[in-house]
């Protein structure tokens, strides 16, 4: 088995990429915009474990900034935190593919703890120090849902 | 390496080397972090970036904006009437109120000895729509379909029919975003209209409240006192209601009143907003803030005498006297 070797389209990457950014940007009622999984995230790092090629930094990169333009937030600061989680995830795919679920989606959630990290020092940093519980949550549900989002993803390219 | 041979044959160059990318990618955004809090040239990049967004913003929006549409257009003839029957009782209730407003007006310019009609504050408003897009569920923002190319800038003062909404935060070509009164960040300043005292009401972040966090404990301020905007600042113009107050905690052990007030605009359920310009020569119109280095100069440490060195009321721009 060469897993390597995998091709996957950079259509779908960006395809799949770009759904997720929409249903990221998609509004919910309070509670539920409070626990939504982060599919962006996710999304990415899942391609950038599978398929580190096509899925690569820039991928992280280019989505991190279209999410500080839409969300408002301050410029880079959602594009320095993705592409650091997938920096790790491309570094270490060999680490987290291939393992059973429940295993991933422990990597997954501590890849989302250290993106939610990397967004509150920001915030922080820059004099915006926003400090509740609950920005959190979005690694944990993520984490969660993380079977159900690699399931889904999987049925997209012919398997391995 | 033996296992993997077949693959490194073709590895692009790419993935060959994760380290030096992502060094390249993070410096890059370390730049734009450092320059978007300096509003620099990054502005415009900004501007430009936020023009691109827009299609998105509106694909997000559309299922949204397709439903209303739909709803609209499959409105029955009797819902129809009854809306219209609705809004005409409507019309004349405010035209009733509407008539005593005049006169008022006249009368409020002859008490202030101005002995003239009075300009009107608003010179033009414009209607926003707000953009179905989740911004963060941390903060208080919208997203308005309005941008610079309609004349919209930034500070600019955004109410509902019912109060003071926000001020927009960042305008792109087509679309800006508003940061609301209830944000944790932001602050606006008031006066209770009962009494005139005046204070800053801060932004709860959560469940449309705001708080009035530097009000002495033995102030006079009641449940249900109304809010109005103090025109200081320089955003927002005097006497917009903004607010009534909820709650309030005097604990003696602490200096300050904590005071909870809800505010009067309907933050969750506006769709339409209004941005609002002012004429800047009226009395109501907002102060400018004054920079700092405007200031008059007073230089430290040299003694002065007190009554000579307090400048007065009239004239706080001109130069302090030396001694």
């Known amino acids: ?160 | 390496m033996a296992f993997s041979g077949r693959g490194s044959g073709h590895r692009s160059s790419r993935d060959s080397a994760p380290g030096p990318r992502f060094a390249v990618f993070a410096l890059l955004s370390l730049i734009c972090l450092y320059y978007d809090q300096r509003d620099g040239w990054l502005g415009s990049v900004r501007y430009a970036l936020q023009g691109a967004a827009y299609p998105l913003q509106w694909l997000v929006n559309a299922p949204f904006a397709g439903w209303q549409g739909l709803r609209s257009s499959l409105s029955t003839r009797d819902d129809l009437r009854r809306e219209i029957a609705q809004l005409r009782e409507q019309q004349n209730e405010m035209a009733v109120v509407a008539l005593r407003m005049e006169a008022l007006q006249h009368e409020n310019a002859q008490l202030r000895a101005l002995n003239l009609a009075v300009p009107p504050l608003v010179t033009q408003r414009l209607a926003a729509e707000v953009i179905n897009i989740e911004l963060s569920p941390v903060k208080q923002r919208l997203m308005l379909n309005k941008g610079r190319r309609a004349g919209a800038f930034q500070g600019q003062a955004v109410v509902d029919a019912r109060g003071l909404l926000g001020q927009l935060a960042r305008v792109g070509p087509w679309s800006s975003e508003l940061i609301l009164i209830t944000d944790p960040e932001h602050a606006v300043p008031v006066q209770i209209a009962r009494n005139g005292l005046r204070s800053i009401a801060v932004g709860a972040g959560n469940s449309g409240e705001l708080l009035l966090p530097y009000l002495p404990v033995n102030s006079d301020v009641k449940p249900g006192d109304l809010l109005v905007t103090s025109g200081l600042g320089g955003v927002f113009p005097a006497g917009y209601p903004v607010a009534t107050v909820t709650g309030i905690k005097r604990d003696p052990v602490l200096l300050l009143t904590q005071v909870r007030a809800r505010p009067l605009a309907t933050l969750e359920r506006d769709r339409v907003v209004m941005l609002l310009w002012f004429d800047a020569t009226h009395a109501a119109a907002p102060v400018a803030p004054v920079a700092s280095d405007t200031l008059p100069q007073v230089t430290l440490g040299a003694p002065t005498d007190a009554a000579e060195a307090e400048p007065s009321a009239e004239d706080t721009t001109t130069e302090v006297p030396p001694p």
């Open chain 1, 1 to 160: 088995m060469n897993f390597g070797t995998t091709r996957i389209s950079g259509w779908l990457v960006y395809g799949t990429a770009l759904a997720a950014l929409l249903l990221t940007l998609v509004p919910l009622p309070n509670l539920l915009a409070v626990i939504r999984p982060p599919l962006l995230v996710m999304t990415v790092l899942y391609w950038s474990t599978l398929a580190p090629r096509t899925g690569g930094i820039f991928i992280g990169f280019a989505f991190g900034l279209a999410l500080d333009i839409l969300q408002g937030a301050q410029l880079g600061q959602h594009a320095l935190a993705l592409s650091f989680v997938t920096y790790l995830a491309v570094r270490l795919h060999l680490l987290a593919r291939a393992k059973p679920l429940f295993e991933q989606s422990l990597f997954a959630l501590i890849a989302l703890l250290l993106y939610e990290f990397v967004l509150w020092a920001i915030d922080g940093w820059s004099g915006h120090p926003h400090n509740s519980v609950l920005r959190w949550l979005p690694a944990f549900s993520g984490a969660a849902v993380w079977p159900v989002v690699a399931g889904l993803l999987g049925r997209t390219h012919s398997p391995r």
